[in-house]
T-cell receptor, first 110, second 114 residues
Framework: DAKTTQPTSMDCAEGRAANLPCNHS???????VYWYRQIHSQGPQYIIH???NNETNEMASLIITEDRKSSTLILPHATLRDTAVYYC???????????FGTGTRLQVFP | SAVISQKPSRDICQRGTSLTIQCQVD?????MFWYRQQPGQSLTLIAT?????????ESGFVIDKFPISRPNLTFSTLTVSNMSPEDSSIYLC???????????FGQGTRLTVV
């Protein structure tokens, strides 16, 4: 079973920041938090991952709480092309299988 | 990154028949996985394709229904056997390498069983 819980859906205005929360209260010390997204009819796309420090790349920022029981994915300036289902996944090793939960359906509107 | 080619991209099949889906990677990978995504649902892991040995299946999936081959480090096949309309889904291949921190996915095979 997935070890994360996410809101079913969220809306965001184009150009604004999209903040997607994820709860992973049973995360183990050696487990990373990964984020993927799936744009309609495509394979999932990696976004970012982290262990305990905040991370940033060209796509997004990941904020992990100090107790590591929750995290937030931030898309700083959402565009219409960011409309997708976003999945938060915990994973112990970089070759461990990915177990997907239900994800958050983000709708970016003009 | 890894370039993954999945074939066919889509197919319409008669019930009772079987379809073999191919996953080809442009470089050697350690782990290969097969997922199913039923209409409107999230991805469900079917099995881990092990090179040189039998695949490891997740609960609810069996080898007789979803036989998997992995003859080398760049190629795997998934067969959907004795298909019924309930098998209509997108089937996705995913790969991992120790040198990468993220998994890569193919574009999927959209299967419709009539």
């Amino acid at each position: 079973d997935a070890k994360t819980t996410q809101p079913t859906s969220m809306d965001c205005a184009e150009g604004r920041a999209a903040n997607l929360p994820c709860n992973h209260s049973t995360i183990s010390g050696n487990e990373y938090v990964y984020w993927y997204r799936q744009i309609h009819s495509q394979g999932p796309q990696y976004i970012i991952h982290g262990l305990k420090n905040n991370e940033t790349n060209e796509m997004a920022s990941l904020i992990i709480t100090e107790d590591r029981k929750s995290s937030t994915l931030i898309l700083p300036h959402a565009t219409l092309r960011d409309t997708a289902v976003y999945y938060c996944i915990v994973r112990a090793h970089n070759t461990d299988k990915l177990i997907f939960g239900t994800g958050t359906r983000l709708q970016v509107f003009p | 990154s890894a370039v993954i080619s999945q074939k066919p991209s889509r197919d319409i099949c008669q019930r009772g028949t079987s379809l073999t889906i191919q996953c080809q990677v442009d470089s050697q990978v350690t782990m290969m996985f097969w997922y199913r995504q039923q209409p409107g649902q999230s991805l469900t892991l079917i099995a881990t394709a092990n090179q040189g040995s039998e695949a490891t299946y997740e609960s609810g999936f069996v080898i007789d229904k979803f036989p998997i081959s992995r003859p080398n480090l760049t190629f795997s096949t998934l067969t959907v056997s004795n298909m019924s309309p309930e098998d209509s889904s997108i089937y996705l291949c995913s790969v991992d390498r120790p040198t990468n921190t993220e998994a890569f996915f193919g574009q999927g095979t959209r299967l419709t069983v009539v």
